[in-house]
């Protein structure tokens, strides 16, 4: 679907998966007016297939949109969107379990021009993935690099938009945390480098016993999806769930007492993956015992079983299309 200056949005098309051709003076290329979304079609017991909140993806691609002096797309036309791709691509979306359709919606500034200001023209895309079940040997725990000299999202930035930058910006600490033989980097703020904010592509939670603890949206992270449906999930089931702040001394300290009994983090490619041991330039700790959680294991197949139509969907997130 195209967006013009004076038009709005136009020529909404079915294509198949092609190259699309750029000009070199293509804005986006240089100035990186470009943002995405990402979430998954789930085969349902009846065999039909259903999206998993796509109108949440709708609403916070909007406000990354607004963030990047982008055109909004309204809510329906996003979901007809992947609606459309889903239902014409129905017969890749895998037959079972955790195995899903990844939908990838994205837009970007089609203009050609070297002046730094908006695009006056946009496209956006649907691409579609199959995708395996994120663990298929079992669920591993992550090893993760608390990133002491890089930093994310500064206030006032873009971090809590889904925008093509910030992952940019990001590749240098994921290779440090390569170097260190770690999985992931987490990322601390900005402005005192000692609050906990997220992990490389999802958002962090910490388990003590029967109280659940998620770092607060401030403005530097990104509002998950998955995070806010496990919000409400624990309450769901009886946890004492909480949005605060958390440093690295708060995820030492409650290690080294035992308070601190789980880590985990979430996002739509692995939903739930344990974080098993943390390595930083002012020390290293293994999380727990280093296995898996029995809580973090309980949240996993909570919202696994709503997303696969194995338990009642009592929230109505899932969008069934037949
Ligand atoms: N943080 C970042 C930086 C991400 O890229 C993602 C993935 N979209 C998340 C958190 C998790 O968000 P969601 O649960 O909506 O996938």
Redo the contacts with the bound molecule.
Sequence with gaps: IRWTEGRGWHDAQLVPYAPLSIDPANMTLHYAQAIF???KAYRQPDGSVATFRPD??AR?FQDSARRLAMPELPVETFVEACDALVKQDKAWVPGSGEQSLYLRPFMFATEVGLGVRPSNEYLFVVIASPAGAYFPGGVKPVSVWLSQEYV?AAPGGTGAA?CAG??AA?LVAQAQAAEHGCDQVVWLDAVERRWIE??????LYFVYGNRIVTPRLTGT?????????LLQIAADLGYEVSESRISVDDWKDGNADGSLTEVFA????AVITPVGSVKSTTGDWTVGDGQPGEVTMKLRKALLDIQTGAAEDTHGWMHRLG
């Design positions: 979304e990402g979430l949440e993806n916070r994310r889904k910030n992952y990001s997220e992990m490389g592509g999802m958002n992270l990104l509002p998950g999806i998955t995070r806010a449906s979430c996002g739509t490619a």
